[in-house]
């Protein structure tokens, strides 16, 4: 009992700390929420706090699958965070109205916006007004692991746009995803050393991969064959033919040809449980630069790799593209003092390391230039790696962006990713049927949708 | 169990009516002054909540802005029983994992208690604790540990399965005890096991007091060991097994944790894992539909009473209650 | 529970007499015979019962790389590396003529790869006709306890806890009064209509919590104790139906002689409550503490839905969920963290289990 009064002692003390105003700064919606950041950020909240008095900024990271959640739980019960980001297209099209227009509190702050890629200020003004302030770009780029294609015999596929895919002798491809199914067929190998392309190959016994793209949606991986999304023009459900084409081609990749990794594979110890490309037994992937902040410390530790372009698709290369913002909810009860912190967090200075952090080039115009070299001597010192054909990857971007919104687009979400799990785990998907199903019931949320606005 | 047949005796029997003197009265005010906490408390946390609860499902409405709440009238029922698939294929999916693992759960626990409770197991206590400690494990922990033993390629079982039947059973492609859309409800029922101490411990309590000489009387009369089972200790143990049934149905139609931590409420695989609770707490709390999350809860409350009252029902038919206690 | 006359056709039929079973020699060697096997049998079942449980303490002290490597040993080792020339390389099992080696692989190749024998690494590289992929790493035992410290800082264990033990404390404090005070008024006074409250108290039992749960939510939420633990503790202030129907259940069994001494004495029933009644149901009330604790301990969703995602004030069963989201790949660490929430519940458990035990046969009695 004794104990326990004064552990409630301690409380009281701790209720009386927190008498500043208290900001909230919620992670989970972008990048920012695998572990080997969480120190980093903690160090510049707390550098943030030491700065100043009034405002006490609180970390929060939620794990990217369980954010939406939390998130939604937290605005439901009038508990929203002040400050959210970074924040994915995706994480801003979940919430919609939930935003707060930054627009007067620039005005009268005098923020200054000119430093600011104008085209992403634009992108983030919509009918709500300014709902965030730009942040980074995550451009992608096809990663690959250089001693796997050693191991293999096979040349590297090409370093920049435009050029083909030069073979080991010496003979020029056409780069598109053809030649790279090809490549990845050689680069797919089972317990006992064969390839996808030997007639003994057991596809249930893979221990390598050609290629992969982990973590992104069914949307985001189909933008290999071309941007699109499952509504049209008139706001009804549809499945685009190249998508069609695209659905076909991972399910054999998956299950008849093996180089892709299927639910199973992909969730094992294999495969880093889940974390592939880092595990060093995939050969190719396609990556977001987040990525090459968050995960890839395990094989560049172990393996030497670096980045290539992506291959074209019927002549057309596209390179999804994240963009992360910071915003502030509309329930914020201190909206001044998150901008202020927001501020703090956007500065040149910060922004610079968080960029660094993340991953993410810069939506300042004054810190792009440095940014590649900052961040390669931060997580890769002394690699050399291919940044050039990174930032390239910016001129490819899905239009529209695999990310962009959905009438209740969590519904809608769940329906589809309900859909993709099961043409990743079942061999025999019935895809033609499925796809209809898909469609019809994406109908339905879309039409319920209308009829509650 | 006990508690079940407090219910049971109720129906029964009807106290007289007697006018109260006033030794009587004083009694009543103090009877009433002690159970006051109790009285405001299920008038506020039970009464008045179930009422509002079925007044909510015929709303539609958000915490937050209350003032744009929208009267649907039966609308989100209609949407309940007609509309949404996601209601039906989840109480299908509750109500078949409910018949499999039930059983698993009941039969287990009852034969361990008669194994636990066998004169010839040596350090009979130390077994007992050693086997209600899983219980002791909170719950999202246990989960975890399970979705590790399970894993197909690291796990513990399925090497323990490819030592004992040298069977090729480890491995990404090996057995998928989470991923199998039948085999998940094995693996659910497994991580179930783990609950099954208190069960264990009634069992075990009720089998302490079965009178020795009903044994002894079947012994002079030669009966097998199975024949004492079925005709001695099952009727005598039923009051605990019919308690086991009715708190694992109403338990199973609020099971969450599990696949909670393990998919996040995805349903995986194939939606074999979306269970009636993920639907409500989706809707409530996920999508934010309170209205209809209202109607989704008081639904639940229709089935369990429902399955209440048909459990009752049979009882006195399988039930053996000691001869009417009084 | 009561003994009675079987009346029921099903029971056991007692007819004519048996011979006697033999005593002597042979049965007490049968005897022992039965003993070894149904303990045996007993143990079989209880190993693999806490299996799982074995299971997560090895991994807890595995290192990322061995619980994630399909080759590695059940128990915590280390894989096998030698250092050549500057750089680290793996150790394989080499199967040869002059039987198993074990060579450290330098470069990698389709069909046939160069080693380096570690004893004699001036031999320099050698090539071995073969595929590499067929080998086995080679490892030794090594156990990773830091990967304990790492989950407790992580997950900030401290924190969790401390919260953890304000919520299981105080409302296993606030459960037990309020359901001894009812329970008192339930076992003791007659008044009109006790028996049917009685059985309403008891239905509450068995009513999913659901269906009152959004509007008690709203109601939390206009209050503005969402995000807060009061909509957690509060409730438990009003005696929980579980824990009244214990306790009146073992004060009906304490005899009346010292109630209506002291109430000659002239105490009123409050004194007598807590000076009579109390002291004479300290295993009940102890027991139902334990359960409600426990209880407490084990909360998750009511955790979840009301602190709103408020991870700072999380208990540990919420905060070990979030962990085991942001660190999917580190199995060690999420092993490691499971072990350190439960840590706690089973100390209490093993070392109160005669209460604990007691209140189970409570509950089981009739």
């Known amino acids: 009992m004794r104990k326990l009064a004064a552990l409630l002692a301690l409380l009281a003390v701790l209720g009386m700390a927190t008498a500043q105003t208290q900001v909230r700064w919620f992670v989970g919606l972008g990048a920012g929420t695998d572990e080997p950041l969480f120190v980093a950020q903690r160090a510049i909240v707390d550098e943030f706090n030491a700065s100043q008095s009034d405002v006490r900024l609180v970390l929060e990271i939620v794990d990217n699958n369980q954010a939406y959640d939390v998130l939604a739980t937290q605005i439901a019960a009038g508990n929203a965070p002040d400050i959210v980001g970074p924040m994915g297209i995706r994480g801003g099209a979940a919430f919609p109205g939930v935003w707060l227009d930054l627009e007067p509190l620039v005005e009268s702050t005098g923020y200054d916006l000119s430093d600011f890629d104008p085209e992403m200020v634009e992108f983030y003004r919509t009918d709500d007004g300014l709902i965030g302030l730009p942040f980074a770009v995550f451009p992608s780029y096809l990663s690959y692991n250089k001693a796997l294609f050693d191991e293999a015999g096979l040349a590297y596929p090409p370093a920049a746009y435009g050029e083909p895919y030069v073979d080991a002798n010496g003979v020029e491809h056409v780069w598109d995803v053809d030649k790279m199914t090809e490549l990845a067929l050689m680069l797919t190998v089972d317990g006992s050393g064969a390839d996808a392309t030997e007639p003994d190959f057991d596809i249930n016994n893979v221990v390598q991969w050609g290629f992969g793209i982990m973590w992104r949606d069914i949307r985001g991986r189909l933008s290999l064959f071309g941007a699109g999304n499952f509504i049209d023009d008139d706001g009804n459900a549809t499945m685009p033919d190249h998508w069609r084409t695209g659905l076909s081609w991972y399910q054999d990749a998956m299950w008849q040809q093996g180089f892709y990794p299927n639910g199973p594979y992909g969730n094992s110890a294999l495969l880093g449980d889940g974390n592939w490309f880092d595990s060093g037994n995939l050969a190719m992937a396609q990556t977001q630069l987040w990525y090459a902040g968050c995960c890839m410390f395990s094989v560049a530790g172990k393996n030497d790799f670096d980045f290539a372009a992506m291959p074209s698709y019927e002549g057309q290369v596209t390179a999804t593209v994240n963009a992360d913002t910071f915003s502030i909810t509309r329930a914020s009860r201190n909206p001044e003092a998150a901008f202020a912190a927001l501020s703090f967090l956007l500065s040149p200075e910060v922004a610079g390391r968080l960029n660094a952090l993340y991953g993410g080039m810069p939506a300042r115009l004054s810190l792009q230039d440095a940014y590649f070299d900052a961040f390669e001597e931060r997580n890769f010192p002394g690699r050399n790696l291919n940044w050039e054909v990174v930032a390239a990857g910016l001129s490819y971007p899905d239009v529209p962006n695999h990310e962009a919104g959905l009438p209740a687009f969590r519904e809608a979400e769940d329906r589809y990713n309900a859909f993709t799990q099961r043409l990743d785990n079942e061999p025999d998907f019935d895809l033609a049927t499925e796809i209809d199903r898909l469609v019809a019931e994406l109908q339905l949320i879309f039409d319920a949708a209308r009829a509650r606005n | ?326 | 529970m009561a003994a009675a006359p079987v009346t029921r056709p099903s029971a056991a039929p007692v007819a004519v007499p048996a011979p006697a079973p033999q005593r002597g020699e042979g049965m007490m060697a049968r005897n022992a015979v039965m003993r070894a096997a149904i303990t045996s049998l007993v143990l079989v079942i209880l190993l693999l019962y806490l299996m799982p449980l074995g299971y997560s303490i090895a991994t807890s002290l595995k290192s990322k790389e061995q619980a994630s490597d399909v080759n590695a040993p059940i128990l915590p080792s280390a894989p096998e590396r030698f250092e050549f020339e500057g750089r680290t390389y793996d150790v394989y099992r080499v199967p040869t003529d002059e039987g198993e080696q074990r060579w450290a692989l330098v470069t990698p190749g389709r069909n046939s790869s160069m080693f380096v024998d570690p004893d004699d690494p001036g031999a320099g590289l050698f090539e071995w006709e073969g595929r590499w992929r067929t080998l086995t790493p080679a490892y030794r035992l090594a156990f990773q306890w830091n990967n304990y410290q790492r989950a407790y800082e992580f997950i900030d264990f401290l924190r969790l806890l401390g919260y953890t033990l304000m919520y299981a404390g105080i409302t296993t404090v606030a459960a037990t009064t309020s359901a001894a005070i009812v329970a008192y008024g339930f076992a003791r006074f007659k008044f009109p209509f006790r028996n049917v409250l009685f059985i309403v108290l008891i239905s509450t039992i068995i009513l999913p919590p659901q269906v009152t749960l959004v509007p008690t939510y709203a109601f939390f939420f206009q209050l503005g104790w969402v995000g807060t633990w009061l909509p957690l503790i509060v409730p438990q202030f009003f005696s929980n139906a579980y824990n009244v129907f214990l306790l009146r259940q073992y004060f009906m069994t304490i005899p009346t002689a010292m109630e209506e001494a002291a109430r000659i004495d002239g105490a009123g029933p409050i004194r007598t409550f807590v000076s009579v009644i109390l002291p004479q149901a300290v295993p009940a009330l102890i027991a139902v503490s334990l359960f409600h604790f426990f209880f407490a301990w084990n909360d998750f969703f009511g955790p979840l839905i009301y602190l709103a995602g408020n991870a700072d004030i999380n208990p540990l069963a919420v905060g070990l969920f979030r962990f085991n989201g942001l660190y999917s790949s580190e199995p060690q660490l999420i092993q490691a963290a499971s072990i350190l929430t439960m840590i706690i519940p089973l100390l209490v458990f093993f070392f109160a289990q005669r209460f604990f035990m007691q209140g189970i046969v409570l509950t089981g009695d009739k």
């Open chain 2, 1 to 326: 169990m006990a508690f079940l047949d407090e219910i049971q005796r109720a129906r029964r029997e009807k106290g007289p009516r007697e006018k109260l003197g006033r030794m009587a009265r004083w009694e009543a005010r103090w009877g009433y002054a002690f159970i006051a906490l109790w009285m405001v408390g299920f008038s506020l946390w039970y009464l008045i909540p179930m009422a509002a609860s079925l007044v909510f499902s015929l709303f539609d409405f958000e915490l937050t802005n209350l003032s744009a709440a929208r009267f649907v009238g039966l609308g989100n029922w209609r949407r309940l029983l007609f509309e949404d698939p996601l209601v039906w294929q989840s109480l299908r999916v509750t109500f078949t994992f409910a018949l499999i693992s039930l059983p698993v759960g009941m039969v287990s626990a009852f034969f361990l208690a008669v194994l636990l409770n066998s004169k010839q197991l040596i350090a009979a206590n130390v077994f007992r604790t050693l086997f209600y400690a899983p219980a002791m494990v909170p719950a999202v922990a246990g989960v975890l540990i399970w979705s590790g033993v399970l894993d197909p390629t690291t796990g513990w079982i399925n090497r323990l399965i490819a030592f004992v039947f040298q069977v090729d059973a480890v491995g990404p492609n090996g057995i998928r005890w989470l991923a199998d859309p039948v085999l998940v409800y094995v693996a659910y029922t497994l991580i179930g096991l783990w609950g099954i101490g208190n069960a264990i411990l009634y069992n075990l309590a009720s089998l302490q007091g079965v009178p020795t000489e009903l044994y002894e009387a079947a012994d002079i009369d030669g009966a097998s060991w199975w024949r004492k089972l079925t005709a001695i200790t099952v009727p005598m143990v039923s009051p605990v097994i019919f308690y086991n049934l009715v708190l694992g149905v109403i338990g199973l139609l609020q099971f969450f944790v599990t696949p909670y931590v393990l998919t996040g409420g995805s349903g995986f695989p194939q939606g074999q894992t979306y269970y009636y609770m993920i639907h409500f707490f989706k809707q409530a709390f996920g999508f934010l539909n309170m209205g209809y999350g209202a109607t989704i809860a008081w639904f639940m409350f229709l089935i369990a009473l429902g399955i209440t009252v048909l459990l009752f029902g049979t009882a006195k038919y399988w039930v053996y209650y000691a001869a009417e206690r009084r």
